[in-house]
């Protein structure tokens, strides 16, 4: 899973911090701010998952919980324990329930632009109507090359385009069969029932002009969660990206968070 630490590593009472990248990007989406996290924290840890372009490709998983048990074994391995899980996207779900089955590897989730469910439903605004998530799969499925800039500007902002450029390249080293199979399961997944069993402290992050997931969610997961749970948002980012296009604020948000821990 390509993992890399970075910090001194110090026994020093400080948590580990652990980074996990969402669908169509690598570790490399966090080069903007794990220099100052790493000054926040004992170390901290970053890794591809096995769909990934930056993975080695030879196999990759796309079910939520086969991800789930990949961020166990990796932390496992690597032996963190009560880390702070820094999960963007669709990871912040992973983190979810990871911490379900091992509550002994997380002590804090801090949950970026994540959803449990995408598609609206009676009582449930997700973001998607179902028309448009099969418009998406569909467009994926006929041309990934030419689908993958449009999304890119559409999920990162506008007025971002070095961002956009950076994660055009990291969607774009996705195998085509496993960006679409990994689009489908992120889409069309209702994890929303593994929320009430979430008993680690959250900290939810909702990124103003967020395409991908509304504020209406972030609400929905504050109340949804066992455990401790605040929401905080990100005013400057302008999409879902924050760690691309407002480095400096999200440090601040998960500085902010990490002192609640103290």
């Not at 002994?104 to 009676?122: K, M, Q, T």
């Not at 889409?187 to 979430?198: I, K, S």
Request: negative net charge.
């Amino acid at each position: 899973m390509n993992a890399r630490v970075f910090g001194a590593g110090e026994d020093d009472g400080r948590e580990t911090g652990v980074l996990a990248h969402g669908y169509g990007g690598s570790r490399f989406i966090w080069d903007d701010v794990v220099p100052a996290l790493a000054a926040r924290f004992r170390v901290v840890v970053v890794f591809d998952w096995s769909f990934s372009g930056a993975a080695d490709g030879k196999r990759y998983c796309c079910s939520y919980d086969g991800l789930a048990d990949e961020l166990v074994a990796l932390m496992d391995e690597l032996g963190v324990r009560s880390a702070t899980f820094v999960g963007h996207s669709m990871a912040g779900m992973l983190g979810c329930i990871a911490s379900v089955s091992r509550p002994d590897l997380f002590s804090h989730l801090v949950l970026v632009g994540a959803s449990p469910r995408y598609i609206n439903e009676d009582g449930y605004e997700g973001g998607f109507e179902r028309g448009e998530v099969d418009a998406m799969l569909a467009a994926v499925e006929a041309d990934f090359a030419a689908w993958t800039p449009c999304f890119a500007e559409v999920v990162v902002g506008p007025g971002h385009p070095a961002a956009v450029a950076k994660f055009t390249k990291q969607l774009t080293a996705m195998r085509p069969d496993a960006a679409l199979r990994v689009l489908r399961a992120v889409l069309t997944c209702d994890v929303r029932g593994v929320l009430p069993d979430v008993e680690a402290r959250c900290t939810i992050v909702h990124c103003a002009g967020d395409a991908v997931a509304p504020l209406a969610v972030a609400r929905y997961m504050q109340r949804a969660v066992a455990g401790a749970a605040e929401t905080v948002a990100i005013e400057s980012s302008g999409g879902h990206f924050p760690q691309l296009t407002a480095p400096e604020e999200f440090v601040r948000v998960l500085e902010a968070a990490i002192l609640l821990d103290h």
